[in-house]
């Protein structure tokens, strides 16, 4: 009988079946549930502190600098000034206030929909400024006038040579960048970089050599 079991027991610990080994050739995503809700939370933490200072400093805004002339800060390289901008960011397209509208929601849910696979902290943090960016300048179509998918976006930063934009405006834009050098970087959202899946389809395939088992 204890041989039995021992030979059992040999049979249950030995080299995987060829049916749970990795094709040749396949990077296999480096995942974690646990850093994955870390990520989620980097993800959210960062867009709600963008939405929350966005809404914050258009609300101060409006009610300190409406009719009056715009504040001139560092000899005239910075001025603050509340324009009120029925486009999209940078005042472009004033005139399709809705489908600017409709493009904020559609952005948002892609985010929430990639989140659910995303592993890097890089693109945590990117995607954590589009959604912030896309959420506050959509709150400001939403609940502003002339009306719900129509309000006009509040903003107030101007510098010489560059339309005047806001928080949000400047969160879309640093995201993007952001999103386009992650990309070009050849970093993952759900496996990190390059070289780390690199390395991880060495050490697999190394786990799963045969030769790499014990002695005859």
Not at 142 to 157: C, E, K, S, T
């Amino acid at each position: 009988m204890r041989e039995l079991q021992a030979a059992r027991g040999t049979a249950l610990t030995s080299k995987p079946l060829a049916s749970d080994r990795q094709p040749p050739g396949t990077i296999a995503p480096v995942t974690s549930p646990t850093r994955h809700r870390r990520r989620i939370a980097v993800l959210l933490g960062v867009a709600l502190t963008v939405l929350v200072t966005d809404i914050i400093t258009k609300t101060v805004v409006v009610a300190t600098l409406s009719d009056r002339a715009p504040i001139r800060l560092l000899d005239g390289l910075l001025k603050l000034r509340v324009t009120r901008n029925p486009g999209a960011a940078f005042s472009l397209g004033p005139s399709l206030t809705v489908v600017f509208a409709v493009i904020a929601v559609g952005v948002i849910v892609f985010i929430l929909r990639t989140s659910r696979r995303i592993q890097s902290l890089a693109w945590a943090v990117t995607l954590g400024l589009l959604l912030g960016g896309a959420t506050g300048n959509l709150t400001d179509r939403l609940l502003r006038a002339p009306g719900p998918f129509r309000g006009y976006v509040v903003d107030w930063i101007q510098i010489p040579h560059w339309p005047v934009f806001n928080v949000a405006d400047s969160c879309i834009v640093c995201g993007g960048l952001l999103a386009v050098f992650l990309a070009v970087r050849g970093v993952s959202i759900d496996a990190g970089s390059g070289q780390q899946r690199q390395a991880h389809r060495s050490q697999q395939s190394q786990s799963t050599d045969p030769r790499g088992g014990g002695g005859a």
